[in-house]
C-alpha cells in the first residue's frame, strides 16, 4: 500500500533533496511537491493525500486555507529542532535524518487512518533468535547486540529487542530519536488497531545499521504491560515481516514470555561465560526449555545451541552429549565502551557458522 503525501516548500532545492531520498529509501511513499499555496490547494482538493507537511512560513500565511482539504494529517516542517507542536498540528525539524522523518510520516498516518501497514515487499516473517542466560553478568546482552551487528554488516535488516526491565540499550547503540520501549507498551495495551505501524514508528536506528527501542521511561513501566502484551508485541514485529531477523535479548528467568518464545523462535541462543556458577545455570535453562518442549510437544529440540561469551583460558565448558555449542566469543582485553565491545564481538569470523547454518 503506498502512502501519498503533500510537501509544500518554497525551497526548491530541499524539495528536490526530499523527494530523492524519500525515492531511494522510501519508494512506497509517494510525494507530490508544491512551491506555491494556491496550486498546492488546487490539485489537492481534487487529488487528496494521506498527509501533508508544509513548511512553518507558508502555514503561517495559509493556515486556514488547509481547512478546504480532506486530510487533517498535518506536519509543519520547521528550522531547528526543539518544537513539537504548532497550533493543532505536530511539528517536526526539516533538517534531519530521512529514517526519522519517516517514522514521523507513519506516526501520524496510522494515528489518523487506523489502518495496519505493512511496507514490507519480501513475503514472510522475520526469523527470529532469542538469547538467553540463567544469569545476569556474563555477556548475554553483549552477545546478541554483537550478533543483530554481525547481522546487519550482511546487508540485512536487523532489529535488536531487548526485554528486560533493567535494559538500557542505548548503551549497546546510540541514535537521537524521541520515542522509548514506554510508547511501545502504551500501543499494546491500548490494544491499537494498526499496532504494527506504530511500533514501527517508535523504532530507533543505531549508525551499524541496527533498529532498537530505547529502554522505558521508567523501569517500572514494564510493570504495566502483562506476560499476554509482551507476546503480542513480539508477533506483531515478527509478523509485520518488516526485518529480516529480530534479535530478542530475553529475561534470565522462566516465565510465560519465555516459554512463549521457546516455542516461537527460529533459533535460541543459552548463553555462559564459561565459569562454573554460569554453566550450572545454563543448564538449568536447557533442560527447562528441553523439558517443557517435549511435554507439550513430544519435539526433540533442534535449534537450540549453547553459546559462550567472555570466555578466558580459565572458563570450562559443559560436558554434555546433549548440549550442542555454537560459537565461543573470547574475552576482550581492554578498556572498552559497552558500543565498543559490541562491535568487536560481531566480527565476521565469530559469527560466520550461523550465516551459514541459521
Known amino acids: 500500500m503506498n502512502i501519498k503525501i503533500a510537501l509544500i516548500d518554497n525551497d526548491k532545492n530541499y ?14 511513499i509517494e510525494i507530490y511537491s508544491f512551491s506555491n499555496i494556491d496550486k498546492a490547494i488546487s490539485s489537492l482538493q481534487s487529488k487528496p493525500v494521506d498527509v501533508v507537511l508544509i513548511s512553518d512560513g507558508i502555514y503561517d500565511m495559509s493556515k486556514d486555507r488547509l481547512k478546504e482539504l480532506s ?49 514490507n515487499s519480501s513475503a514472510g516473517v522475520s526469523r527470529t533468535v532469542t538469547f538467553i542466560s540463567g544469569s545476569g553478568g556474563n555477556g548475554c546482552s553483549t552477545a546478541a547486540a554483537a550478533y543483530a551487528v554481525y547481522l546487519a554488516s550482511q546487508k540485512l ?52 545499521g541496527v533498529y532498537f527501542y530505547h529502554s522505558c521511561l521508567k523501569a517500572l513501566d514494564w510493570s504495566d504491560a502483562t506476560a499476554e502484551n509482551i507476546q503480542t508485541m513480539i508477533k506483531s514485529i515478527v509478523e509485520s515481516g518488516d526485518y ?8 534470565n528467568d522462566w516465565n510465560d514470555t519465555n516459554s512463549f518464545l521457546a516455542e516461537f523462535s527460529n533459533t535460541l541462543f ?8 554460569s554453566n550450572k545455570k545454563a543448564a538449568v535453562v536447557w533442560d527447562a526449555v528441553t523439558t517443557y518442549l517435549r511435554l507439550k510437544h513430544n519435539d526433540n529440540v533442534s535449534n537450540m545451541y549453547m553459546l559462550y561469551t567472555c570466555f578466558t583460558e580459565n572458563g570450562k565448558k559443559i560436558k554434555s552429549d546433549a548440549v550442542r555449542e555454537y560459537v565461543t566469543l573470547p574475552y576482550s582485553y581492554g578498556h572498552h565502551s559497552a558500543g565498543e565491545l559490541v562491535r568487536n564481538l560481531s566480527a565476521r569470523q565469530y559469527w560466520e557458522m550461523q550465516a551459514r547454518n541459521g
Open 244 to 251: 529480516n531477523y529480530v534479535i530478542i535479548d530475553a529475561e
Open 270 to 277: 543459552v548463553v555462559s561465560d564459561g565459569s562454573t556458577f
Open 71 to 119: 486530510t487533517r494529517s498535518v506536519i509543519v516542517m520547521v528550522e531547528s529542532k526543539g518544537i513539537s507542536m504548532i497550533d493543532d498540528c505536530m511539528a517536526v525539524c526539516k533538517y534531519q535524518r530521512v529514517d526519522h522523518l519517516d517514522q514521523v510520516i507513519m506516526k501520524i498516518y496510522s494515528e489518523q487512518s487506523g489502518m495496519i501497514i505493512n511496507d
Open 157 to 208: 535488516k536487523v532489529l535488536y529487542l531487548d526485554l528486560h526491565v533493567f535494559g538500557m540499550p542505548e548503551l549497546l547503540f546510540e541514535d537521537d530519536g524521541n520515542y522509548t520501549m514506554t510508547d511501545c507498551i502504551g500501543a499494546v495495551i491500548d490494544e491499537k488497531s494498526n499496532l504494527s505501524t506504530q511500533l514501527k514508528s517508535f523504532v530507533r536506528h543505531d549508525p551499524s
Open 15 to 28: 524539495i528536490e533533496r526530499f523527494i530523492n531520498a524519500f525515492g531511494e529509501f522510501y519508494p512506497q
